[in-house]
């Protein structure tokens, strides 16, 4: 399912550019061209991250971004501006943004601070939740219980919490450095060969369904891939 983005820009031109250019992206994208359309846009539908322009008629961006963070503190918010004021940047932080770009922009960077932003906050959803169940495999984080198929094993704290960024980073990449920092607290050669010896461990109990894969990443992370 493609990701949901809600563009309030005033500029038209531009606008109907950057919401063709993230649609070819793959996302789904709802135009509205002042705050106010903007505010009924969101409360009308549901969306996974919102780009907001800070100078509109109506209602600025500022404030849509105070009344949509009453009705869902948590979605993530990008503020577009011509103005490069410390104050303005300031204010669009305190209000909570995620971002704050200044035109001219490259749009391709604002693609993968997208992109950033969207898997954070996947992540952060994840942080609660003690148990997956992935392809033919179970998941118990908070019991250290590990089955796949018919086979079940207690794994050590390191494998728990391994495996456990794993499956919150399902399918996506999971760097290497945030596994050291999150589990081993430090990061040098021997840490490294240490979470190396993990990883093996890990590939070992989940060889038996076809479906996962634990894969490298150019040797900067891993991916632990799902097939079905």
Known sequence: MSNRILLVED?????AVLKDYLTINNFEVTLATDGE??????????????????????????????????????TPIIFLTARNMREDILKGYQLGADDYITKPFDTELLLYKIKAILQRS?????????QFKISNTF??????????????????????ELLKLLCMHRNDFMPRDLALRKIWKKENYFTARSMDVYIAKLRKLLKDDEGLEIINVHGEGFRLLVKN
């Open 139 to 160: 998941f118990d984080s908070m019991l250290r219980q590990l089955r796949v198929g018919d086979n079940e094993y207690k794994l050590s704290p390191k494998e728990n």
């Open 37 to 74: 359309q903007g505010l009924k846009e969101f409360t009308e539908n549901e969306f996974d991250i919102c780009i907001f322009d800070v100078m509109m008629p109506k209602k600025d961006g500022f404030s849509l971004a105070e009344d949509v963070k009453r009705i869902d503190k948590n």
């Open 122 to 130: 996947a992540v952060l959803e994840d942080e609660e939740q003690e």
């Open 11 to 15: 500029d038209q031109s531009f606008g």
